[in-house]
């Protein structure tokens, strides 16, 4: 059973920067990638970014720059820090992990950047 625990969403103004945190619990072995994805109202889910386990980081165009994702494998936990924050990055932020092929998903949480 995987379990993910999201921290970090919040309201913010434009231009100012928040960290996500999402910790995995309960069977925490061979997590392979972990991520974040996003879905603002209206609109499908996207990748923001993701990080595998060797440290490997993709982003989206719209996140490079101003996004970076990291992850603490002692601890079991992938953060994103997010800054120079635009209203358009207003959305639900998902955390994700794959173990063995298959997918996990956090419930979200709601980040909204005020111009």
């Known amino acids: 059973q995987v379990q993910l625990v999201e921290s970090g969403g919040g309201l913010v103004q434009a231009g100012r920067s928040l960290e996500l945190s999402c910790t995995v619990v309960g069977s925490i072995f061979s997590i392979d990638a972990m991520g974040w994805y996003r879905q603002a109202p209206g609109k499908q889910r996207e990748l923001v970014a993701s990080?595998?386990?060797?440290?490997?980081?993709h982003y989206s165009d719209s996140a490079k720059g101003r996004f970076t994702i990291s992850r603490d494998n002692a601890k079991n936990t992938v953060y994103l820090q997010m800054n120079s924050l635009k209203p358009e990055d207003t959305a639900v932020y998902i955390c994700n992990v794959e173990k063995y092929g298959l997918e996990y998903w956090g419930q979200g949480t709601q980040v909204t950047v005020s111009s």
């Open positions: 990080v595998t386990s060797g440290g490997t980081t």
